[in-house]
Each structure stands twice: as structure tokens, then as C-alpha cells.
């Protein structure tokens, strides 16, 4: 059976603000789910339904493993929960953090001792067992919050932006060893964040969120590639509009035909996109376009440059960092046709 079946759960604030518009959403059993979307989209309020920490609208119903638990207190559903900012409890060890969900459990103390020695070695903490929390650095805290969380082999396992407060080399570090976590241990997981990369490397799918809604759900290559919206393309990664009269030029009927339209979507006006990385320096002959250079970036593994005279709006390419190209020097341009992504218009 599904894990975790979010059924037409909306939320309205005492307040009279609107979070979420009904959401349905099914999490399969190992696999973890990024929520993506901006501040302020809803994510944290659906995490906290799927925990128990707050109750959808009338009319939403929360399944776990086909069981109706929208009314069932978080002590009771057995989620393993992980914040951006430590939960932990700062006059306890480590030790006791992490054994702390077990004893509240019950569960005997030799099993208690076995399993807090097992989670310190996998996050790398057995050295600091008996340190106090307050002593422990930004990322060491992490660690034993997700530590704490695992322990008590949580049937889901709920994480809020858990790296945000991290610096960035940090972060992606740990993003690895929680990638590795999830996976090795197949927990069933749904890790909320607004930073498109975490949610590329640590997402089975990704649910982009926008609004209060599902903007559209889908492996991380498909948000990337075919992007249901002008919204998740933007989201996802930079993006170029292909200026309108360019069109024929860059793309035969076919090539526009294969574009990526996701399934289901209504035929109507649509805008054209294309990635960076999707357009290349080409010989004149070749060339879809000329552009002249606006400005260039040198950014180690690339050479990002703004173009302009191609339509309203600056093109971004991306090429490799070789000779520097001069400000106002015209560069031909040829857009990989395969590569255009088709929008509704909006
Ligand atoms: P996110 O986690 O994506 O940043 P949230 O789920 O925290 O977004 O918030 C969604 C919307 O609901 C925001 O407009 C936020 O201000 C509002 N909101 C969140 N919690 C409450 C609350 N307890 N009372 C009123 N409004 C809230
Ligand atoms: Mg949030």
C-alpha cells in the first residue's frame, strides 16, 4: 500500500489566510520527494499536515498506508521530523538526543543502546556521544537531529529546509550523506527546500509548488527538461524565451512538434525555451542568430555571456571559458533545436 496519501487537503489560517488550495499527492514507499517552490508556496504548511502538526480544511484526508490518520496526533503517526533550525535539547548529550524518541517508545535499553551506537556511526558522530548539544558546531547539530529522527525508523521521515542555515560547503556535503541515508536505508522521505539543487540531487520526484498548488510533480529530469510552466522552467533553472520571429529559423515544424509539451496539456498559444547550456558558438554559417556580447562571466568550468539584439529581452549561453569574448563583439549562435522546451503561453 502508499505510505503517505495526501487527499484534497487544503488549509485556511484562523486568520482567513488561504495556504493551500486542495492538494492531492501520493508517496511511494522508499522514495523521497522534494518539495520545491519560493517562500511562502505552502510547503511547510503540507509538511506539517502530513505530520499531524496542523489539521487540512474540512474535507482533506491524510492516508498513511491506507489508514485515515488527518485527525491522529503527531506522537501517534510515528514521523521522524528534521527543521532548519535544531530541535534538539540543549542541556542533554547527544546520546541522549538520539535515544530520546526510543525511551519515549519504550523500548528496552539494550535495544535503546544499540541503535543510538548504530546512528552515531552512520552520521559520524560516535566520537561525540557525550558532548553536550550547546557545545556542537551548526552541522554536528544537524547530524544529530537527523540521527534522532532515523532512530525511531519513522514509516516517513519529514525534513524542513534541514541545511539552510548551513554554509554552502557544508551543505552539499551533507546533502551527499543524506542522499546516501535515504537511499541505503530505503526510508520513505519528504524533504521540503526552496534551493533547486538540493532538490535535484535528493528528489526521486519533485513537486514544485506555487501558490498553494502543485505547479507539477515529476523526476528531477523532466521538471528540468520539460517543464509544465513558464514558472517551473524559471524555477528550475535559468531560462532563455526564444524571441518569436526567431522560431522558424531555429526549429522546423518537427523540432517544434517534439518539443517538450508535457502530456495532457491544452494546445494553445505557446512560448518557446531553451536552457544556457542549449545554445552554442558556431561558424557564421551555421548560425541561427547573431548577438552581440552584453556582458561575460567568467565562472570557472564556463563562461556565461548576456546577449543582446535578439529580441526585448538578454539571452544567457553558457560556453566553454576559452578566449574571452569582448563586450559589443557579434557572436553567431546556433540553438540546439531538440533542446527547446514549449509552454502555455501566460
Ligand atoms: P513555505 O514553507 O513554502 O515558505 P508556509 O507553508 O510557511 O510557506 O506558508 C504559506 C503561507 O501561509 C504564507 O503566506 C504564510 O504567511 C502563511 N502562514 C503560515 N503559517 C501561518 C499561520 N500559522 N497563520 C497564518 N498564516 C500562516
Ligand atoms: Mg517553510
Known amino acids: 500500500s502508499i505510505p503517505v496519501s495526501v487527499h484534497a487537503c487544503a488549509k485556511t489560517f484562523a486568520d482567513g489566510t488561504r495556504a493551500l488550495d486542495p492538494i492531492d499527492l501520493q508517496i511511494e514507499a522508499g522514495e523521497t520527494i522534494a ?10 504548511t503540507l509538511l506539517r499536515l502530513i505530520a499531524g502538526l496542523e489539521v487540512p480544511d474540512p474535507g482533506g484526508r491524510i ?46 535499553a539494550r535495544e535503546v543502546r544499540r541503535r543510538v551506537d548504530h546512528m552515531l556511526e552512520m552520521m559520524h558522530i560516535d566520537e561525540l556521544g557525550h558532548r553536550r548539544v550547546d557545545q556542537l558546531s551548526g552541522g554536528q547539530r544537524q547530524r544529530v537531529a537527523l540521527a534522532r529522527a532515523i532512530a525511531v525508523r519513522p514509516r516517513v521521515l519529514l525534513l524542513d529546509e534541514p541545511l539552510t542555515a ?69 524555477f528550475a533553472g535559468t531560462v532563455n524565451r526564444l524571441p518569436a520571429h526567431l522560431l522558424a529559423h531555429c526549429a522546423d515544424a518537427r523540432d517544434a512538434e517534439r518539443a517538450s509539451l508535457p502530456p495532457g496539456e491544452p494546445s494553445g498559444p505557446s512560448d518557446f525555451l531553451f536552457r544556457p547550456e542549449d545554445a552554442d558558438i558556431v561558424p557564421r554559417e551555421d548560425a541561427h542568430f547573431i548577438a552581440r556580447v552584453h556582458a561575460s562571466s567568467f565562472l570557472g568550468d564556463r563562461t556565461r555571456l548576456m546577449l543582446e539584439g535578439v529580441g526585448d529581452e538578454l539571452l544567457v549561453i ?3 571559458p576559452r578566449h574571452s569574448l569582448e563586450i559589443g563583439a557579434e557572436i553567431p549562435i546556433r540553438i540546439r533545436p531538440e533542446s527547446l522546451m514549449r509552454v502555455p503561453t501566460e
Do not use: W
Open 318 to 320: 553558457d560556453c566553454r
Open 35 to 44: 518539495l520545491l517552490g519560493p517562500s511562502g508556496c505552502g510547503k511547510t
Open 166 to 234: 548551513l554554509d554552502a560547503l557544508l551543505r552539499e556535503r551533507l546533502r551527499g550523506e543524506i542522499n546516501g541515508l535515504l537511499r541505503g536505508l530505503g526510508i520513505t522521505a519528504i524533504y521540503v527546500t526552496h534551493d533547486r539543487s538540493e532538490a535535484m540531487a535528493l528528489g526521486d520526484r519533485i513537486v514544485v509548488m506555487n501558490r498553494g498548488r502543485i505547479a507539477q510533480v515529476g523526476a528531477p529530469r523532466d521538471i528540468y527538461h520539460r517543464p509544465a510552466s513558464a514558472f517551473v522552467a524559471d
Open 63 to 108: 492516508l498513511y498506508d491506507g489508514e485515515d490518520v488527518t485527525r491522529l496526533a503527531i506522537e501517534r503517526r510515528n514521523v521522524g521530523m528534521v527543521f532548519q533550525s535544531y530541535a534538539l535539547f540543549p542541556n542533554m548529550t547527544v546520546r541522549e538526543n538520539v535515544a530520546y524518541g526510543l525511551k519515549v517508545r519504550r523500548t528496552a
